[in-house]
């Protein structure tokens, strides 16, 4: 299939596959059952210039758009979804900071985590505030040059391994949503300690964990933007991430699809390969053609948003819950392609159908999505 | 500050076991298939990658290999995944040369860029296997020579102190440099290309030195300057048919003994 990419983009995919096939597949499996962070891979991504895709070029990055970390993130998805669910949550994190941040700020921060010396964190979810984000009660008090943080933060990707968070937090609870505003919170600051690490159906080697601040003082130029800014940069960064989320959905099909059509040619039953069955092939179609749908929407997703247009919560939306209701259906397929060998550990298939499902669920859940969807479509026709 | 200039000696091999031998020249058949950097040469560029990060006193690495001229693509690799600048000796005249004619090219470019403190060599070739063009190097260059490295311990603008595995164990063996050094796998774990180098690689002009830059005659070079030559390559014939048992020692006892039994009526 030919994507008219050129020579810079298809280098992004070749070096992505590379690390794909020879550092994450051999080992993904035991990460997988260990729970083990992987730190190496992370690093490998970092030396190969990887982080560097969407950072501007004066702060040592590369300057290239969505589109490009969409490819990465799509070849990561491929091999596994615990990698690239911690090399798109670091970007994640760093986004608000490319998006609103001031320019000592991004001297500060943006080269340390274009090379990958450096992870970072994007801490929105709190205990009582999932879909409804607005409901979040960590708070930050101004005293003197200070922000002084109190609270909890929830599920927060790369917790404990990043060294940067953006974390949101309410500076004036009576404005409601529009009083939260977004710091900048580093590792080993007094007052911020890590919780429990969850124990997880699927991406079981990326980190999930809780962010607990108590009396944690933040130097006042920690603030990203302005008080009360904070769910517009949440809001901003999302629209812009959430193609990358597709993307991640798109290739962990990909892969599940490339392990089932291997299967369904070797499998034999009947004494013939179980690929000659039109119930099986019918089944490699549609998973074919879903995926290739799925990854147009994203491509074009993030062409737009790499476009400077304004209006992208919808597309961008629709991009995300496409793709990750096609990767949980694929995989799914894919794990009945393989018949009780699918379900075993020992094959591949197991963990993607495991790791799609939160796909469905982070960055937004697909029933919020299709509300933004909605709303939009209702309220802008065409 | 005297610096060290690190030289990577690379070479370009099919990426397949299965090779095909044309009977009438006795030589490997190129054609269809994919080639790649000599699996073993990979930690070679990776140890002089990383030992320029490592330490300050190496100035500037570069990869060189003796092939023909698609023999650049690993040049360009070389180049992707951190080496500073490469090098690509070729010439229709270097055709078929043996490891004696090979050591004579590559100690004459050593020569030419002016010598190097360190020069590092992967193990032996896929193809050719004889590990021995990295020795001969060493001994035109008159400089010593340590095999099978795994790790570089220490090194200085003067010396440098390496661990080997020999068959009954490791050794740390320390030389004056400059120094050949050939490594084994366990040495690191080569790294995949950068963004920034492939884009760097891909503008990279490859120079090309042929035996008359080299101020090499033609009898020193290539087949003529050989003093082996193949005669005739083939896959020696099966003389003995070999079983391997499998399962646990009882299991493996009891497969033999009913092996055994079977051919009593043979003996
Ligand atoms: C592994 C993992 C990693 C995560 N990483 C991060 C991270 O790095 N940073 C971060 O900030 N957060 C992170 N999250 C949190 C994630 O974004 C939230 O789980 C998600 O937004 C949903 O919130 P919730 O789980 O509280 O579900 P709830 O909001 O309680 O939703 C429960 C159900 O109700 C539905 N629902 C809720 N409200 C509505 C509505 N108005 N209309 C229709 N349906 C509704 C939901 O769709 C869902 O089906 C992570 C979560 C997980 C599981």
Redesign the pocket.
């Known amino acids: 299939m030919d994507y008219f990419l050129t020579e810079e983009q298809q280098m992004i995919i070749d070096i992505c596959r590379e690390i794909t096939e020879k550092k994450v597949k051999p080992i993904r499996a035991e990460l997988d059952e260990k729970q083990v962070f992987p730190a190496e891979i992370l690093k490998e991504i970092g030396g190969s210039d990887l982080f560097r895709l969407f950072i501007p070029e004066d702060y040592e990055g590369m300057g290239t758009g969505i589109f490009e970390v969409c490819l990465a993130t799509e070849e990561l998805s491929r091999g596994d979804l615990s990698v690239a ?1 911690s090399y798109a ?1 670091s970007g ?1 994190g760093f986004l608000p900071i490319i998006i609103s941040g001031d320019e000592d700020q991004k001297k500060k921060y943006l080269p340390g985590l274009a090379s990958g010396q450096r992870l970072a ?5 709190e205990p009582e ?5 607005g409901g979040i009660k960590t708070r930050a008090i101004r005293e003197g040059d200070h922000y002084i943080l109190n609270g909890t ?7 404990g391994e990043a060294d940067v968070y953006t974390i ?1 937090a309410m500076t004036d609870p009576k404005k409601g949503s529009r009083g939260a505003s977004a710091f900048i919170v580093e590792k080993g600051m007094d007052g911020f300690e890590f919780g429990k690490k ?1 124990d ?1 159906m699927g ?1 079981r080697a ?1 980190a ?1 964990r809780e962010l607990i601040f108590n009396d944690c003082a933040l130097p006042k130029e920690n603030i990203i933007g302005k008080e009360g800014m904070g769910f517009l940069i949440a809001m901003k960064t999302l629209d812009r991430s959430r193609p990358a989320v597709g993307a991640q959905g798109v290739g962990l099909a990909q892969g599940a699809l490339e392990e089932a059509l291997d299967y369904s040619r070797i499998r034999k039953q009947f004494s013939t390969s179980i690929s000659s069955f039109q119930a099986v092939r019918h089944m490699l179609a549609d998973m074919a053609t879903q995926v290739e749908a799925a990854r147009n929407l994203v491509y074009h997703a993030a062409k737009v948003v790499d476009s400077g247009k304004k209006d992208i919560s919808r597309l961008s939306a629709m991009s995300k819950v496409f793709a990750s209701d096609m990767a949980m259906q694929v995989t799914t397929d894919a794990v009945q392609i393989f018949g009780g060998y699918g379900y075993m550990k020992e094959y591949p298939v197991e963990k993607m159908m495991r790791d799609a499902k ?1 796909l469905q ?8 999505q299709r ?1 933004v969807i909605a709303l939009d479509l209702i309220k802008k026709g065409f | 500050m005297v610096k060290i200039k690190v030289v990577v000696c690379i070479k370009q091999v099919p990426g397949t076991t299965d090779i095909k031998i044309d009977p009438k020249t006795n030589t490997l058949v190129r054609e269809g298939v994919e080639n790649i950097i000599n699996p073993f040469d990979s930690y070679a560029l990776e140890e002089g990658v990383s030992l320029k990060e490592r330490m300050e006193q190496v100035s500037g690495t570069i990869a060189l290999t003796m092939g023909p001229p698609q023999a650049a693509q690993i040049l360009k690799d070389a180049i992707s995944v951190g080496i500073d600048s490469s090098i690509l000796l070729s010439d229709p005249e270097f055709a078929g040369a043996d490891t004696w004619a090979t050591a004579k090219t590559i100690s004459a470019a050593v020569k030419k860029i002016g010598g190097a403190g360190l020069l590092i060599f992967g193990k032996q070739t896929l193809d050719g296997d004889t590990g021995q063009v990295g020795p001969e190097t060493a001994q035109r260059l008159n400089i010593p020579f340590i095999g099978y490295v795994s790790q570089i311990i220490e090194m200085d603008k003067k010396k440098i102190r390496v661990k080997r595995l020999m068959e009954h164990g490791y050794e740390t063996i320390e030389t004056n440099l400059p120094a050949a050094i050939s490594v084994i796998k366990d040495i690191n774990q080569p790294r995949v290309p950068s963004l920034r180098g492939k884009m760097k690689a891909s503008k990279a002009e490859i120079p090309v030195w042929d035996s008359s830059f080299l101020g090499l005659g033609p009898k020193e070079v290539g087949l003529s300057g050989s003093f082996t030559q193949v005669v005739k390559v083939f896959t020696p014939k099966a003389s003995h048919e070999v079983m391997m048992l499998e399962g646990s020692t009882e299991q493996q006892v009891e497969k033999l003994y009913e092996k055994l039994k079977g051919l009593k009526a043979g003996v």
Do not use: P
């Open positions: 669910t949550a994640l964190a994007f801490g929105l979810t505030a999932g879909s409804d984000a933060k929830q599920w927060i990707t790369n917790g949101f969850e997880k991406i990326s999930t939160i669920i982070y960055e937004g859940t697909n029933q919020i509300d």
